[in-house]
């Protein structure tokens, strides 16, 4: 009966040692499946972002001139929203995706290969597209290693039967 209790004491103190090595990786685990959990938040946060701002270049004004976009010659007119006036375009992309830097925001005018080749009409596209914005990380930030990532590019486009044209 003595050897018993004996046995139990020395385990349960096998117990405290195997939890305190096991403990501090689980929470790390955890703490890394939500910082996941977090990274693809943003990243549809930008693709959303990029939705919404596509459905907004097709029916504003646009953010360049685009009056020598005749899809003959010159065939895409593109536009960084760090130089060009993209004050609305960014009001309507800002709300989905907050952390959104201006100069990462690019608008693509081009011809779209829709329909017939001798359609005297042709139909542009649009396309918005966020390249190079940063993420930062908590985690690693935390244990020491580089807490920023650059997220990939994103890119929505819209054939534009509707677009507005002054």
């Not at 907050?98 to 990462?104: E, H, P, Q, Y």
């Amino acid at each position: 009966m003595v050897n018993d209790v004996m046995k139990r004491r020395q385990q349960g103190g096998a117990v405290m040692v195997e939890m305190a090595l096991t403990l501090p990786l689980f929470i790390l685990l955890i703490f890394a499946i939500i910082e996941l959990a977090l990274v693809v938040f943003h990243f549809t946060r930008a693709v959303e972002a990029t939705r919404a701002g596509a459905r907004y270049a097709i029916v504003n004004n646009p953010v360049t001139d685009i009056s020598t976009l005749d899809c003959t010659t010159v065939t895409e007119l593109t536009a960084n929203c760090g130089s060009a006036s993209c004050a609305g375009l960014m009001g309507k992309m800002t709300p989905i995706y907050k952390n959104l830097a201006a100069s990462n925001v690019q608008v693509r005018y081009g011809c779209s290969s829709t329909g017939f080749a001798s359609n005297p009409d042709p139909i542009r596209e649009i396309s918005v597209s966020i390249t190079g914005q940063d993420y930062k990380l908590i985690l690693p930030g935390l244990i020491g290693f580089e807490p920023t990532i650059t997220l990939p590019p994103f890119t929505s486009t819209r054939i534009s039967e509707d677009m507005y044209t002054p």
